[in-house]
């Protein structure tokens, strides 16, 4: 199976701070890999697919990079509704396997 | 628009079999690169995906499930199910269905909490 870890597993930002999560992949999963969204008591919501492509809907403060091993999920200006956990998942390998998540707490 | 809903029991004992029951719309599973899938999530732990089928009827699980699953689509009712056997207290968790296109899960369920305990 493909491991991802996340970091930070949690973090205290403020609303109009600019943050950063990473993802990274325990083998090469090229562009493979997509973000979600999660609010407590909520289904994921789909924000970024194979690394970089925003979902239709989705703000365009979030934006995803990488390639390979390293991805990061970026929110450019937090808004009070960004609040939430966010996790990467690949689909390199059919085995499909999600990152423990990231949690984005309000400072 | 499309909707997907999980139903079944909330509440089984352990030993006993889980049947989880996706209800869907607003899309085919008989189209060319559909598929659904099954993710869990324990309270207040991270995302573990379960199960999947496409839609030429190609099954996968997850490894460390895999002896305990079966999933199974009816197309002409827009439902797929998964049963899972021998459940156990660390099965206790929210169960989602979901949606996969092109890779991504672009559509799921509210999610079922089924609870394992004597």
């Known amino acids: 199976d493909i491991q991802l870890t996340q970091s930070p597993s949690s973090l205290s930002a403020s609303v109009g701070d600019r943050v950063t999560i990473t993802c990274q992949a325990s083998?090469?999963?090229?562009?493979?890999l997509n973000w979600y969204q999660q609010k407590p008591g909520k289904a994921p919501k789909l924000l970024i697919y194979?690394?970089?492509n925003l979902e239709t809907g989705v703000p365009s403060r979030f934006s995803g990079s990488g390639s390979g091993t390293d991805f990061t999920l970026t929110i450019s200006t937090l808004q009070p509704e960004d609040f939430a956990t966010y996790y990467c998942?690949?689909?390199?390998?059919?085995?499909?396997?999600f990152g423990g998540g990231t949690k984005v707490e309000i400072k | 628009q499309i909707t997907l809903k999980e139903s079944g029991p909330t509440l089984v004992k352990p030993t006993q079999t889980l049947t989880v029951t996706c209800t869907f719309s607003g899309f085919s599973l008989s189209t060319s690169g559909v598929a659904v899938a099954w993710i869990r999530q324990p309270p207040g732990q991270a995302l573990e995906w379960v199960a999947l089928v496409y839609w030429d009827n190609e099954k996968r699980y997850s490894p460390s499930l895999n002896s305990r699953l079966t999933i199974s689509k009816d197309t002409s009712i827009n439902q797929v199910v998964l049963t899972m056997t021998n459940l156990d207290p660390v099965d206790t968790s929210t169960y989602y269905c979901?949606?996969?296109?092109?890779?991504?899960?672009?559509?799921w369920g509210q999610g079922i909490l089924v609870t394992v305990s004597s």
């Open positions: 194979d690394a970089s």
């Open positions: 083998q090469d999963v090229t562009r493979y």
């Open positions: 998942q690949q689909y390199k390998n059919p085995m499909l396997t």
């Open positions: 979901a949606r996969r296109v092109n890779g991504r899960f672009d559509s």
